[in-house]
């Protein structure tokens, strides 16, 4: 069964930096995709970055590329999320979520079957 497990939110005042852990179980192999997606208050879940566990390839939605830092660590199982530079509309409850195949690093919630509980992230002063 597969879990996933967000932790590492919190209040950051704007420009500060933040680091999410997503910790995954229930895999049988690396062949699997990892994606961070985001909900601000009143919006739509939004796609902010993913990662093949299996080659490390990342595709990063425009609004957190060259902010946001997605790394991964296949011996725990954990995907990171390094947040700098965070702005007020970076505010939202982030997600973790994963699935089977690595050939499309889709940042489309739709496509993704497992889903973390999220984590509250909040960018304020």
């Known amino acids: 069964q597969v879990q996933l497990v967000e932790s590492g939110g919190g209040l950051v005042q704007p420009g500060g930096s933040l680091t999410l852990s997503c910790a995954a179980s229930g895999f049988s192999s690396d062949v699997y995709a990892v994606a961070w997606f985001r909900q601000a208050p009143g919006k739509e879940r939004e796609g902010a970055v993913c990662i093949s566990m299996t080659d490390g390839v990342t595709n990063y939605a425009q609004a957190v590329k060259g902010r946001f830092t997605i790394s991964r660590d296949n011996a725990k199982n954990t995907v990171y999320l390094q947040m700098n530079s965070l702005k007020r509309d970076d505010t939202g409850v982030y997600y973790c979520?994963?699935?089977?195949?690595?050939?499309?690093?889709?940042?489309?919630?739709?496509?993704?079957?497992?889903w973390g509980q999220g984590t509250q992230v909040t960018v304020s002063s």
């Open positions: 979520a994963a699935k089977m195949s690595t050939l499309h690093l889709s940042l489309s919630s739709s496509d993704y079957p497992y």
